[in-house]
């Protein structure tokens, strides 16, 4: 009987082992510095946005493998055939939203037998080409439009250490320099960005932070006139954005209430 009772546990410790989502069974050893982070964004001409991530971490010589990295995006409106990601220069095609576990959108990027063993340091890129529903009316100018951009951010309980931030915003083509504003920075940067010139062209503002870290989330903004994008890309906000509650994470909060009041349902059911 015994040895029947430690079999059955046995296959019931597998089967929640296999039923845990990705990156539940091993989160805990993750252990890294996240040493750079250089972010491009494009604010298109046709209103859409295109972002261009470079990540550089050192994993901890005691930790388990980075394996998947979830980079986040600023909503689910984007294009996933649009997405282009390599690890050391080596293109990685295990790209899904449905393995993202960080905060609000986005996507996990799986490394495979790219990923950066204990003790490595790794580069990892990944470019996400069409992002729509990222601008909005700005609140100071009618006739003006703005754009917010958070760099991604992970747990303090897996990233530590100072991290070189470097964001770079492109303006949209056409817009001259006594035209845009840049927002507040985020502290810890410079109150005004460097501003300059892409080989397109086109205005740049970069915000650098060479003591920043990789477990903090920061807000970059720029707001430039309404001629320059379609009328039609300016996105209204809705009733939950405008409480600043983001849909994404209410659905996830949604989603985990019904699963607990299943778990509690059927704990009462079984009681009785």
């Not at 805990?28 to 990540?55: C, K, L, P, R």
């Not at 010139?197 to 650098?208: S, V």
């Not at 890309?233 to 019904?258: N, V």
Request: aromatic share 12%.
């Amino acid at each position: 009987m015994k040895k029947i009772k430690r079999l059955s546990a046995i296959l019931i410790l597998l089967l929640v082992l296999v039923a845990l989502p990705r990156g539940s069974a091993l989160a805990q050893t993750y252990s890294f510095s996240m040493d750079e982070q250089i972010v491009n964004v494009f604010w298109n001409a046709d209103g859409t946005a295109s972002i261009d991530y470079v990540f550089v971490f050192t994993n901890d010589s005691h930790a388990s493998p980075i394996d998947y990295v979830d980079v986040g995006i600023p909503n689910s409106s984007f294009d996933d055939s649009s997405i282009y990601a390599d690890v050391d220069g080596q293109p990685v095609s295990d790209i899904s939203r449905s393995g993202y576990q960080g905060n609000g959108t986005g996507v996990a990027v799986g490394l495979g037998s790219l990923s950066i063993r204990p003790g490595s340091t790794g580069r990892v890129h990944v470019f996400i080409g069409t992002v729509r529903r990222v601008l909005y009316a700005d609140s100071q100018s009618d006739d003006y439009a703005s754009g917010v951009f958070s760099p991604t951010w992970f747990g303090s309980q897996y990233v530590h250490g100072s991290t070189h931030v470097q964001v770079t915003f492109h303006l949209p083509p056409g817009v001259q320099p006594e035209e845009p504003r840049w927002h507040e920075a985020p502290s810890g940067f410079p109150s005004e960005p460097v501003t300059g010139f892409d080989e397109q062209g086109n205005i740049t503002y970069t915000w650098e932070n060479f003591n920043a870290n990789g477990h903090t989330q920061y807000r970059f903004g720029c707001s430039f006139p309404l001629s320059y994008v379609p009328a039609a890309a300016i996105t209204k906000p809705s009733f939950l954005e405008m409480l600043g509650i983001d849909s994404d994470t209410l659905i996830g909060i949604g989603c985990c209430g019904g699963f607990g009041a299943f778990i509690i349902f059927s704990s009462i059911t079984t009681a009785r």
